[in-house]
Nanobody
Framework: QMQLVESGGGLVQAGGSLRLSCAAS????????MGWFRHPPGKEREFVAS???????YYADSVKGRFTISRDNAKNTMYLQMNVLIPEDTAVYYC?????????????????WGQGTQVTVSS
């Protein structure tokens, strides 16, 4: 099992930045690939970024160049640095543990999920 707790969300103006954190416990964090997803209002949940156990990253086109995913295995924590935020980034952001490797962008590859943290970007 793995428990995941997101933090760092909030209200920010367009063009601003936020850093989300995902604290993991209950399992060996460093062994697992991890990912960030988001659920915008009125839309389906969508993939944001993923990172393998050795630090290889992958991003959705919509956030590439603006968001950076990283991890600190010593702290059992994953991060999502979000810069140049736009209103379309408004969503509940979730972190998840990846246990299957069919598609990093599919939620079916992930098993444990956090409770989510709200990010709201005002125009």
């Amino acid at each position: 099992q793995m428990q995941l707790v997101e933090s760092g969300g909030g209200l920010v103006q367009a063009g601003g930045s936020l850093r989300l954190s995902c604290a993991a416990s209950g399992s060996t964090f460093s062994r697992y690939s991890m990912g960030w997803f988001r659920h915008p209002p009125g839309k389906e949940r969508e993939f944001v970024a993923s990172i393998t156990s050795n630090g290889t990253t992958y991003y959705a086109d919509s956030v590439k160049g603006r968001f950076t995913i990283s991890r600190d295995n010593a702290k059992n924590t994953m991060y999502l640095q979000m810069n140049v935020l736009i209103p379309e980034d408004t969503a509940v952001y979730y972190c998840a543990r990846r246990v299957r490797f069919r598609s990093a962008t599919s939620s079916n590859d992930y098993d444990y999920w956090g409770q989510g943290t709200q990010v709201t970007v005002s125009s």
